[in-house]
């Protein structure tokens, strides 16, 4: 038999990028992750100091302009125009890459009509700018015309390459996005900084979320390092701002005209299976009152890398009630390379370590937060069991000031106060059968907090590592005394917090 020639028609690309994806917004999850993984290699080749990694992203709304701009390796001029014209196919693979497929970085060309990629590699005096006509590309794939074109041949007629000067000591990928469609919410700055807070390997605010300490000191316990990436957002490139997972300590749920709750205590959990750790995870204990309110807290989040896998509601199979998964804030963080996020990364590949995960998630923390819950509604009105709760809550903020840091002897003298009055209260406390044990659990870690504050010399001041002199560090620890006795901690946790960022960035 004839051996035949065959031709990938040109509708594949449609399907590829707007078939791919149900929300524009996705484009900037494929970005970013390409974006990741270059700084990643960028970090392994020694051309960046972890510090220096920085992804900063424009979105423009008066300019119809969006850009995605890195810092990483760049790609070298030789091989960047075939690298960026290759449709679905990537020298990346799964075991360490968040892109893999080769599909993302045309995602673009649905929203936009021109796709520019500029890039350039270290010790190369050039730069390589690869241009997309996407609003040509729509002509190419009107049904009915051009039908005798080929994948290949319409990749061709609308692209563009062109090499220019540049320093060599320039390493970076900047994708640009021209015109974009106004029918899309991608220039919406508000909405893609939700988005992006909720999708993107970023760091926690501490200020926010009080456990994060706790939590990063729980998964380097358990071999792993949550990775976390700078990108900085704005509506033009002298007016970016850092961007932060959403994660809160407190919030609000939509019991009782959106009650106020908090995290009192963390619950942590890993899932190994035929003895091999396939997933840490973390969900935050509180008043359990109901759905939360702020949707960007909402629902167990999986990440494998870091980069969030479906949504909010991807971990409802886990629930008998599905509606539980929304009472939850917590992370599952995947870190088995069996488990393979699908194209569309809206869940994982449904393969045999798929079903085993789910199987474990649902016969473990799922029956466990519903009986939480459970248990919750049946004790919320009983005055003891709500005093064990503040007692907890007590305990647990002077764990995270101890990891942390106190903001001045004053912040450190009104805690131990704080806590050896609770723990007085809790010892006067009479409370019924069921909840004894759990008050003399409370009773041996209090005072177990207490010694640690006291013993405790980690002042925030003290984690300076910019070379100011003792004496300005002493007034430095003056200026916090004083701060402490005049304001609200939460303002103090805040100037202190800038000020030893602001000073270690010198």
């Known amino acids: 038999m004839a051996q035949e020639t065959v031709q990938v028609g040109k509708y594949t690309l449609e399907s590829l990028t707007t078939g791919m994806y149900s929300d524009p917004k996705i484009v900037y999850r494929e970005y970013i992750q390409n974006s990741v993984d270059s700084l990643e290699n960028a970090v392994s080749l020694g051309l960046l100091e972890p510090q220096s990694m920085r992804i900063d992203i424009v979105v423009n709304a008066e300019e119809s302009y969006i850009s995605i701009k890195d810092n990483g390796t760049g790609i070298p001029s030789e091989s960047a125009a075939k690298t960026l014209m290759n449709v679905g196919s990537s020298k990346k693979r799964n075991s360490n890459n968040r892109g893999f497929r080769g599909i993302g970085r045309l995602g673009g060309m649905s929203y936009c009509d021109t796709l520019v990629f500029t890039t350039s590699a270290e010790n190369e005096a050039v730069k390589t700018i690869v241009t997309f006509d996407c609003k040509k590309l729509r002509r190419l794939l009107v049904p009915g015309e051009y039908e005798d074109m080929s994948l290949s041949a319409v990749l061709e007629e609308i692209t563009t390459v062109e090499t220019l000067s540049e320093k060599a000591e320039k390493h970076y990928l900047c994708v640009e996005m021209k015109e974009v469609n106004g029918f899309s919410d991608l220039l919406d700055i508000d909405a893609a900084k939700s988005y992006i807070s909720q999708v993107a390997p970023l760091p926690y605010q501490s200020r926010h979320f009080i456990y994060t300490s706790q939590l990063k000191e729980y998964l ?13 957002v704005g509506e033009d490139e002298y007016d970016l701002e850092p961007v932060y997972k959403p994660n809160k300590s407190r919030f609000r749920s939509d019991r009782g005209k959106k009650t106020a709750d ?22 935050g204990n509180c008043g359990w009152y109901g759905f939360l309110s702020d949707k960007e807290l909402s629902g167990f989040r999986v990440r494998k890398g870091n980069i969030l896998i479906g949504d909010s509601k991807t971990m409802n199979v886990i629930f008998k009630e599905a509606r539980f998964n929304g009472w939850t804030q917590g992370e599952i963080f995947i870190v088995t390379d069996k488990l393979i996020p699908n194209a569309r990364r809206d869940d994982f590949e449904q393969n045999d370590a798929y079903y085993k995960l789910i199987d474990k998630l649902s016969n473990g923390v799922g029956l466990e937060i519903a009986r939480t819950i459970r248990e919750a509604s049946l004790t919320r009105n009983n005055p003891n069991a709500k005093a064990l709760r503040e007692v907890e809550k007590k305990i647990a903020e002077a764990s995270t000031a101890v990891t ?4 001045s002897t004053v912040d450190k003298e009104k805690l131990i106060a704080t806590l050896t009055e609770s723990a007085a209260s809790l010892s006067g406390l009479r409370v019924s059968e069921d909840l004894s ?23 925030k001041i003290n984690q300076i590592n910019s070379g100011i002199d003792k004496k300005s560090k002493q007034v430095l620890k003056v200026v916090s005394d004083i701060l402490s006795r005049k304001l609200a901690k939460v303002l103090v946790d805040e100037i202190i917090e800038d000020i030893v960022s602001e000073l270690n960035r010198k």
């Open 262 to 283: 908090e995290i009192t205590s963390m619950s942590y959990f890993d899932i190994t299976i035929d003895g091999e750790l396939y997933a840490l995870g973390w969900y």
């Open 404 to 407: 942390e840091g106190f903001n």
């Open 220 to 232: 380097v316990q358990h071999g792993y390092s949550v990775e976390e990436f700078p990108i900085f």
């Open 437 to 459: 044990q759990r008050k003399q659990e409370l009773q041996e870690k209090i005072e177990t907090a207490i010694d640690e504050v006291t013993e405790s010399k980690n002042f």
